[in-house]
């Protein structure tokens, strides 16, 4: 009911832009997020939004660098990835809950729905 989309191979600087589409059901009044698993890595917490949009969280290691954002009108989900670095290299997830509308925290825990993922890679 997830599907992230918009990865790919980008050098180090450059920008991608991630999209997660929904379908099946709407996540209007769902906390959004977005995680990520490096070759190697425990998954971690990228970025959540509330279910207005209003209330935005980031991890320290890309704070002023990536956005999140979401239009519930589409039922989709974004997260806009500047200045990428090759630490950012990872399989995105992007993942929803249906238990809660804001979840400010990194835990993955209130996330009961997941996306595939899609790949990022950034060259240096």
């Known amino acids: 009911q997830l599907q992230a989309s918009g990865g790919g191979l980008v050098q180090a600087g450059g920008s991608l832009r991630l999209s997660c589409t929904a379908s099946g059901r709407t996540f209007s009044s769902s906390a959004m997020g977005w995680f990520r698993q490096a070759p190697g890595k425990e998954r971690e917490f990228v970025a959540t939004?509330?279910?207005?949009?209003?209330?935005?969280y980031y991890a320290k290691s890309v704070q002023g660098r990536f956005t999140i954002f979401r239009d519930n009108a589409k039922n989709m989900m974004y997260l806009q990835m500047n200045s990428l670095k090759p630490e950012d290299t990872a399989v995105y997830y992007c993942a929803a809950s249906s238990r809660f509308g804001t979840v400010p925290g990194g835990e993955s825990g209130p996330f009961n729905y997941w996306g595939q993922g899609t790949q990022v890679t950034v060259s240096s």
């Open positions: 939004i509330s279910w207005s949009g209003s209330g935005k």
